[in-house]
């Protein structure tokens, strides 16, 4: 987060809202430190919400990490003539997908990586629903657009259809 912050502030650049891909803490810790909208699905409202909840599971230990009180916007009440947002359930219930269409392309934070897929044991994560979300929204990208996942490095979304073989074990016959 802070080298994003000394970015933004040492270009003099202004941020339209914060895009979070989905609640857990990996991808929302920091959020007490920005101006500006943040947009999630809120249907991952509570995770985004209790990052120490998470944390301990991972750690058996209570560290110091505060709930976050702070204002969320849900996904719905944004929009950008240049953003599409994907709806893609199955790693948790609010995660989604954001495709900047002019730049070809699409963040997935833990929806699909390039060589795998994200976890669908953790709460609220469903393997049938990310199941659907393959073939009715990953499957349907752009093949020459370029993948930025919340983990690991970038491919085209041609390559990963082709080579990620976790991901084909969920596409329909
Ligand atoms: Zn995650």
């Known amino acids: 987060m802070e080298p994003a912050l000394e970015y933004i502030n040492g270009n003099n650049l202004s941020v339209g809202g914060y895009l979070l891909t989905h609640g857990h803490f990996d991808h929302t810790l920091g959020m007490d430190k920005v101006d500006g909208n943040i947009y999630i699905n809120l249907d991952d409202e509570f995770l985004a919400r209790n ?4 944390l301990s599971s991972f750690t058996n230990s209570e560290l110091d990490v505060q709930s976050y009180e702070g204002e969320l916007h849900d996904i719905s009440t944004f929009t950008h003539t240049d953003i599409n947002i994907y709806r893609n359930p199955g790693h948790t219930k609010g995660s989604i997908s954001y ?75």
């Open 99 to 173: 495709e900047f269409k002019n730049l070809g392309v699409i963040f997935t934070g833990d929806f699909v990586f390039a060589q795998g897929i994200g976890r669908t044991d953790l709460y609220s994560g469903d393997t049938n629903e990310m199941k659907e979300s393959i073939n009715n929204i990953f499957l349907n990208f752009d093949k020459e657009f370029e993948v930025f996942p919340g983990h690991g490095n970038t491919d085209t979304v041609n390559n990963i259809l082709n080579y990620n073989s976790y991901l084909k074990e969920f596409i329909n016959g």
């Open 51 to 54: 990052p120490q909840e998470q």
